[in-house]
Each structure stands twice: as C-alpha cells, then as structure tokens.
C-alpha cells in the first residue's frame, strides 16, 4: 500500500480514540471548557448514560460567530499562542483536540452567546462536516449538544459498557470535576430525574458540605485535615485516618492546581507517608490539592490531560512526603478524650515507667516488674484493690490523660482502662511495638545506639543470595547496632548487637530480615533496609502476650502511648487502642430504655 496522506475526518476519528474513550470523556471535556470559560454554573443533562444525549450549559464568557466556528476546528484554541504559553499552563484544555474530536464521531451542536452580543449562534457538526453559523436565540454562556456517540464508528460503540456502568464513570467524573473546581455550581441530571445538585461553594462550611455530599459524612470524621508548605509547594486537603483504610483504593484523589490527575510520584508519597502506619494490603483515602507555579509542571504529557510531569520530581516527592508523615504523626490518643491538657503538664511520678534514651542508661533493656504468682482469687482482690487507689490518686490528673488509668490486665494481652467517659482497650504488644519503634528511629536519626560486643559471636546460616542481601545493608545494620561479616559460604557472623535486644533471638530476627530483604518473605510494610530492621527489632522486643504487667507498669505504657507519635497504630498499621463510650456500653445492656 503507497504512502497518502489521511483525510482531515480520519484524522480527526484517530484523535477521538485517544481522547474520547467513552462518554464520561466527552462529559469531561465539556465541563473543563466551561470552567476555562469563567461559568458559576453548570448543568449537565444525560442520556441513555451518554449515548443518547449529553448536553453541557454554563453561564460562561460565551463565543461569537467567528470563534464558534474556530472552536471546531483541529488545534484550534484560546488558551495558548506560543512556547512559553506552553510551559506555563493554568487552563484546563490548550490542545485544541476535543470539539473536532466529539464531531467527528457523533452529531454536535454548539449555541453560544457572548456577552457583548444581542443574540446568539448556532453551529452543527455530523461525523466531521461543519455547517454554518446560524442566529440563535442563547443566554449569554455557551451549550453544546452531543448525539448518538459513535453512531459511525461501529467498533468502538461495541466496547461501550451497560447504561449504569457508563453513567456510572459519568457520574464519577463529574463529582471529581466537582471537587477540583468547588466555587462553580453543577447540577447533573440522568434521564430526566435529578443525580446531584451542588450549590456554589462561596462561602464558610459550604466546601466541606460539597465534600461531605460527594466522599460521604463518614470521609472526613475520619481523616485529618493537612494544611502545609513546603518551599514553593501548598498542600492541602484531608487524609484518612490509618484505622479508616480500605481494601481497595477507591477514595484517593489528587488535585495538582486544581486539575484532577494519576500521578506515580504523588501515588508514591503518600505511600511512603503512611508507610509504618497503615497495614498491609490497606489502602488509605484522601483529597489531596497540590499547589505550585504552573511552570514548574508539565501537564502535556497525555491528550487526556491526566498524567503530568513535574520539572523537579524529587523536591515535590519530598514536600509532599514530609508533609503527610508529619500530620500522620498525629495519629496518637488526643486529649479530647479526656479533656485538653496543658502544655508540658507533669506526669505523675508514680506512674513513670522509664524508656531510656539509649535502651537504657547502661544499656539495658527496659524491664517491667512482673506480678509474683499467686491464686486467681486473691490476684483479682489486689488487683482491684489497687486499680482503686490509682483512680483515687489520679482523680486531680484525669484531663491530662487521654487513655484514662489503667484498671486491669486481660488474658495477658489487654489493658483496661478507666477515661472520663468509658473504657480503653490497649493492644499490650503492639501499643509497646510502636513506642519501642518510635524511640529507635530518633535514635537511629541520631545515630546514638547503644550496642552490646557478644563474648561469642553468633552463627546464622542462610543462604547464599540472603547473606549477599544482608552484606549490602552492613552500614544500616551498624547505624542500628549490629556488626555482621560473612563465615562461611551459607554463614553469617553476628558480633555486636543493639543492647536492646540482649538476651532475644537475633539467629531469628537475622534470619528473617534476610528473607525480607530478598523478598522471599513478602513485600515488607516498610520500605528500607534501617526501617525494617527497625520495625523487627521494635517487635521482638516489646512485651509479649501472658506477660502478666502490675498496674503501674500497665499505668505507665498509656503516658508513654500519649506522648509517641503515631501510638494509635502498631507498626504493621493494626490499631493499638479503641474505646467503648459510656453510651455505647449502656446500648449494650439496654440502659435508659
């Protein structure tokens, strides 16, 4: 077959199929063209989910009869003139590429008016030919019209999905148009019955009332709201509690000026920011706006506009990263348990159980004093006996401390805890994992460990590939107090250990980081050798279950909960304490009915 060149109609078909890949693309285009047009309001009416009929109207700047018949033209747009129009785009379209693309595979009518005009045109354009401009009668703004989509391209109408399927990702769409542009009023309608109706969010309370109506009340009564500034870089929005994550990640969104995209770098960030508080194979939600010059991003990586580039990645990598694992930080038992504390309030000293800076201020490993073996009866009489004096004792402290004060210990397992409105349930092992692992990362940033030189080294057998793995992460095994060599062709030498971790299973713990670092173990939840090492250290030694604990160590485990950052999730994301209401028990029992 020669070489020709393809007609202007093909052409046009071939771009469709980039940019108009189901009807809630055509849905997108129109909508992005009404808010480069300046419109406050928005309606959308559907059909046959999109098939029969989508008309966009807006109350924007409308168009004469001269751009009019521009605006179908290929490449034809006012939002860019030159390069560096390009490199500094702040509009939603620029390519040109959507009018020709919708005429060229349905039947299009645009009325528009301009508001320097008495009435308004028509234009209409049916599988690629353009009719002239006609008077029409219009209010100032533009609608356009689109009809039978793909009633001449047979093959990509067979790909189209069932009526509620593609109303569905219409539906979708415009909420997360909703959500990037929240000062302009949309309604949809879908064969002639209301779908959503949001009024212009101009004023106090009214955005979050928008959000609140698209993510669901439940979204941001579980989520922190992140207002922060990294250089040039404003990010703002919510992000879903660790205890909220789902198992798929269905409630993620990202705003970079106020443009709606999929971004790996962005998707990474927020990976690594809940990295050590989310569980694995959860997922987190959040509403995220990303704010910056608009030179410094690329946004015509793609014809539908979704992806982008960024000129330096690894500085908004880093901003964004920083950020959400600074507000994540926040994820420990606040104060409004039990009323607000003030700052730098004295914990009472009978109830400090002591973590030393540096596993101890001789190296030891902290330790708890174990209740002496006694009968059920008369352990349960002490216990109680003692939990009375504390709730006594504590009586003047009781707004300074948000897990209350410890009653008893369950199975070994459990605290139980007294607040000033219910019970506290404390996940023993991983509420001690994470203050354990909280204090070992500062130390590892500190790079003041305190380690232990065994009289004997330790003999790990491995394989080969797994010592090869461990061997390349020695400088990290030192930073954390390890001194490891290789002894043989399936053998690993441990000489040095963190004092920590004296007297644990380090054959064990050396064992499975090497599984971990070679993968053969599963995709560990941290990322990095030093965190992971970190977060298998932090487990082995924190108290195990049927460790029976007296109530002042048990007392002193929920300051320490209080003051660590992250506390309320262990450091495989599972929660570490939960709370029954005064209420809630009495619904139990059937109180007050």
């Known amino acids: 077959m020669p070489i020709r060149v393809l007609s202007p109609n093909l052409i046009d078909q071939i771009a469709a199929g980039e940019v108009i890949e189901r009807p809630a693309s055509v849905v997108k285009e129109l909508i992005e063209n009404a808010f480069d047009a300046g419109a406050r309001r928005i309606e959308i009416d559907i059909e046959r989910a999109g098939l029969g009929l989508i008309r966009v109207r807006d109350d924007g700047c409308g168009l004469d009869a001269a751009d009019l018949m521009l605006a179908v033209e290929r490449h034809a747009t006012s939002k860019i003139a030159t390069l560096d129009d390009l490199e500094g785009i702040a509009s ?25 005009l008495e009435q308004g045109n028509e234009l209409k354009v049916e599988g690629g030919v353009r009719s002239g401009a006609l008077p029409a009668a219009h209010p100032t703004g533009t609608s356009v019209e689109v009809r039978d989509l793909f009633y001449n391209v047979p093959a990509r109408r067979r790909f189209v999905r069932s009526e509620s399927t593609e109303f569905g990702h219409i539906l979708r769409q415009v909420e997360r148009l909703a959500l990037s542009e929240p000062a302009v009023a949309l309604r949809l309608r879908h064969n002639g019955r209301e779908i959503l109706d949001l009024p212009a969010a101009d004023e106090p309370g009214a955005f979050e009332r928008r959000v609140d109506r698209i993510l669901g009340a ?4 579980q989520a922190l709201a992140i207002e922060a500034t990294s250089g040039p870089l404003r990010l703002s929005g919510w992000l879903g ?3 909220a ?11 970079v000026n106020a443009r709606a995209v999929r971004d790996r770098v962005l998707a990474n960030a927020v990976r690594l920011g809940y990295r050590d508080v989310m569980y694995h194979g959860r997922h987190p939600s959040y509403l995220l706006y990303l704010t910056l010059d608009p030179r410094q991003v690329d946004v015509n990586a793609h014809p539908t506009k979704l992806e982008l580039r960024f000129r330096d990645s690894r500085a908004v990598h880093d901003g964004v990263f920083r ?8 994820t420990k038992p606040a104060p409004s348990l039990a009323g607000a504390a003030p700052d730098g309030a004295p914990m009472p000293a009978s109830s400090a159980l002591r973590f030393d800076a540096a596993y101890g201020a001789a190296g030891a490993a902290p330790r708890f004093d174990v209740l002496p073996d006694a009968r059920p009866d008369y352990a349960y009489a002490r216990s109680s006996f003692r939990a009375a004096q504390a709730l006594a004792a504590a009586e003047s402290h009781d707004e300074q401390r948000p897990l209350g004060v410890a009653i008893a210990q369950l199975h070994g397992l459990y605290i139980l805890a007294q607040s000033r409105d219910g019970l506290i349930l404390v996940d023993t092992h991983a509420a001690h994992e994470r203050v354990i692992y909280e204090q070992l990362k500062s130390l590892y940033q500190a790079g003041a460990p305190a380690s232990q030189l065994l009289l ?26 390890f001194q490891i060599e290789r002894h043989g062709p399936e053998r690993l030498a441990v000489r040095r250990v963190p004092a920590l971790l004296a007297g644990s299973d380090i054959v064990g713990l050396i064992a499975q980081l090497g599984r971990e670092l070679t993968g053969e173990a599963g995709t560990h939840h941290l990322d990095g050798a030093a965190h992971r090492i970190l977060g298998s250290m932090a487990c082995r ?10 109530l002042g160590e048990m007392d002193a485990l929920l300051r320490q909960m209080e003051q660590t950052e992250r506390a309320s999730q262990c450091n495989h994301g599972r929660p570490t304490w939960m709370r029954l209401s005064l209420r809630e028990i009495d619904q139990l029992f059937l109180r007050g009915r």
């Not at 939603?92 to 528009?112: D, K, N, T």
């Not at 439940?218 to 009564?221: A, L, T, V, Y």
């Not at 030694?541 to 007296?550: D, E, F, K, V, W």
Request: net charge negative; proline share 3%.
């Open 92 to 116: 939603f379209g620029f390519r040109g590429e959507a009018l020709p693309s919708i005429g060229s595979v349905a039947r299009l009518r645009l009325v528009s008016r301009s508001r320097d």
């Open 218 to 221: 439940e979204f941001r009564s």
């Open 241 to 243: 509690l660790p205890t």
């Open 245 to 255: 994550a789902r198992a798929q990640a269905d409630l993620q969104f990202w705003f």
């Open 323 to 330: 950020s959400i694992e600074r507000t994540l930080a926040a």
């Open 456 to 481: 004997e080294p330790l003999s790990v057998a491995a394989g080969e590939h797994e010592i090869e793995a461990l061997l390349a992460e020695s400088a990290e095994f030192e930073r954390v107090g």
């Open 541 to 550: 030694a924190a108290i195990r279950g049927q460790r029976s604990l007296s």
